[in-house]
């Protein structure tokens, strides 16, 4: 099982990015998914997460209202939208998986993890 984000890129305040992560090597629909971002110098956190069928989901305060999390099973895909992006969303975004699980976007509940995708907003 293998997860792979994608939709990273360098944007002004204000703008808006979509992040992917699509999986390969099992059904997602198995899976509890979260994003998660990690600045530097600081400790990775969960950014929002959403349940196996999506009718749960959970957002950090720092972006409830400005990010939105969804999910495609037939197409193996979990977005997060982010709109009116900040400076201090700029981090590596990860999204990760957990077998089952619930939507508590606790980094350590969460054992699959594909590679990170750099998200910069500039001021």
């Known amino acids: 099982f293998q997860l792979q984000a994608s939709g990273g890129g360098l944007v002004q305040t204000g703008g808006s990015l979509r992040l992917s992560c699509s999986a390969s090597?099992?059904?997602?629909?198995?899976?509890?998914i979260g994003w998660f971002r990690q600045a530097p110098g600081k400790e990775r956190e969960g950014v929002s997460c959403i349940s196996r069928s999506g009718d749960s989901t959970n957002y950090a305060a720092s972006v409830k209202g400005r990010f939105t999390i969804s999910r495609d099973n037939a197409q193996n895909i979990v977005y997060l939208q982010m709109n009116s992006l900040k400076p201090e969303d700029t981090a590596v975004y990860y999204c990760?998986?957990?077998?089952?699980?619930?939507?508590?976007?606790?980094?350590?509940?969460?054992?699959?993890w594909g590679q990170g995708t750099q998200v910069t907003v500039s001021s």
């Open positions: 090597g099992s059904a997602l629909g198995y899976y509890t």
């Open positions: 990760a998986a957990v077998f089952l699980g619930t939507p508590d976007c606790a980094p350590q509940n969460f054992g699959s």
